[in-house]
């Protein structure tokens, strides 16, 4: 067998084939932004700055789907691109910062496209917290936060300060929420920086108890307006 140590290959045409059977071939560099397999079936697509989507090479791959940036925001509705392409979808909450003191970041869904954000959960809640000074560390069951068969918005975090060095951080993930055979199981962690100067570490995890498909989803605060970023992944 033959070595062919090269720094770049350039195709004349669309195809490209060096060495023949057996034969190793070593590429230092190799840019593309499609690669394929040998049956043709598309593997992975960089956008060419490092994006990566039509992920299907890897398990488990997130593949960003959209981005919203609030700015002075009532909400922020996710009305497109939740449906059966995806088993899980993930939503990221980065620097959620509300514009008054004590507002709580809130959930909730729709089966019409976004036109009514009512639909029935039943939750669990529970928070871990801290304060800057070192008092009033507690790990607790909250059930004024949690839900019991209702069509209230969800709470996702204690009372979040507006301080410029205040904000929530994220993640909710939610499962098959095209199916219209089983309730929507999803859970949310968060972290933010209460009013008063604590630590706020919440756990959030229940059902949207319909056979209906969740197809938009809402994030608000209870009171006031926030700015923040939400970005929307499918896991391939």
């Known amino acids: 067998m033959t070595t062919i140590n090269v720094n770049t ?3 004349a045409g669309s ?11 070593v590429v230092p560099e190799i840019k593309v932004n499609t690669v394929k397999d040998a049956g043709g079936n598309t593997l992975w697509v960089s956008n060419g700055s490092g994006t990566l989507s039509s992920v299907s090479g890897f398990g488990g791959a997130l593949n960003l789907l959209s981005t ?12 497109s691109g939740i449906d059966s392409t995806y088993k899980e979808y993930v939503f990221k909450f980065i620097n959620i ?3 008054v003191d004590e507002a709580r970041f809130t ?3 729709s089966s019409d496209g976004g036109s009514n954000y009512n639909m029935v959960k039943t939750t669990t809640y529970f928070q871990a917290y801290h304060r800057e000074t070192g008092a009033d560390g507690t790990l ?3 059930a004024v936060n949690d839900l019991a068969e209702s069509a209230d918005a969800q709470r996702l975090s204690g009372t979040v300060g507006s301080d410029a060095d205040q904000n929530l951080v994220g993640e909710l993930h939610i499962f ?3 199916s219209t055979t089983y309730v929507k199981n999803f859970y949310v962690k968060t972290n933010h920086v209460e009013a008063a100067d604590y630590t706020m570490n919440i756990f959030v995890a229940g059902y949207v108890n319909s056979t209906s498909a ?6 608000a605060t209870s009171t006031g307006n926030f700015d923040g970023k939400i970005k929307m992944y499918g896991v391939s």
């Open 214 to 219: 969740v197809n938009a989803i809402q994030y």
């Open 176 to 178: 098959n929420p095209a």
């Open 68 to 79: 919203q940036t609030a700015s002075g925001s009532a909400s922020i509705s996710f009305t």
């Open 107 to 109: 959930v909730n869904f």
């Open 9 to 11: 290959i350039a195709p």
């Open 140 to 142: 607790a069951y909250s």
């Open 97 to 99: 910062n509300p514009s």
């Open 15 to 25: 195809t490209l084939t060096v060495g023949d059977s057996g034969d190793t071939i």
